[in-house]
């Protein structure tokens, strides 16, 4: 008797945390469906943005004055019917959301990523000067998983200027152009789908959760 209590607490034991285990990978799941929704809702708004064309209305065509009704028998309008016409107004557009909107909208931590040269990549080529920071650019967006919640990483390539070029290049004792100022950028990572903010941690999940509720895999 002994024996089949422990193995009927046991039982139970397991079974609370498999219930457990559930919950939180559904709790997951749901997370990640939100932020596939709000992904899919960025991605259509940048593509309208880019290539969704302006409404435009054609103008009729005007007629030519020999197909004008002439004569007695043409209609001519009654005096005031013009004032009696009702006012056309428009409608005011909604202002399109904008991208920092939509972060807060997820509700996500933000975390901003900063790709630098490395050591032997910060000397100019023109002159052996150590290059050094001059800005930084927003290369793209990123939704990364880590195990027990999701985060928004801004990926940013760091710029880089030589100080001796720009020197020169302002001292008239030089010839124009004969030192390049032009910025060197680091280089970012590619996103893992181009133009889309899944990182491959966040892929694994989805795949993962797919694969563990049977879902359609192209849903």
Not at 81 to 90: F, G, I, L, T, W
Not at 106 to 125: A, K, W
Not at 156 to 178: A, F, I, M, Q, T
Request: proline residues 8%.
């Amino acid at each position: 008797i002994n024996k089949l209590t422990i193995q009927y607490e046991k039982s139970q034991e397991e079974n609370e945390a498999n219930r457990k285990l559930i919950k939180s990978l559904t709790e997951q799941l749901d997370q990640a469906n939100a932020t596939i929704l709000d992904l899919s809702a960025q991605i259509r708004l940048m593509a309208a943005q880019k290539y969704g064309r302006s409404s435009e209305k054609r103008k009729p065509d005007k007629k030519d004055d020999h197909d004008q009704p002439s004569g007695p028998s043409a209609k001519t309008p009654a005096p005031g019917a013009s004032a009696r016409k009702r006012p056309v107004r428009s409608k005011a557009r909604k202002p399109k959301e904008s991208l920092e909107d939509l972060i807060k909208k997820m509700n996500l931590p933000v975390t901003d990523e900063l790709h630098e040269l490395s050591e032997d990549q910060r000397i100019c080529s023109v002159c052996g000067t150590e290059l050094t920071p001059i800005g930084r650019k927003l290369v793209r967006h990123e939704v990364r998983y880590i195990p027990g919640k999701l985060e928004i990483i801004r990926h940013y390539s760091v710029s880089y200027g030589c100080p001796e070029c720009k020197r020169k290049s302002r001292d008239p004792r030089y010839l124009p152009g004969e030192f390049d100022i032009h910025p060197v950028m680091a280089k970012a990572p590619e996103s893992l789908l181009f133009g889309k903010w899944v990182s491959p941690s966040l892929m694994a999940l989805v795949i993962t959760l797919k694969a563990l509720y049977q879902l359609p895999v192209n849903r």
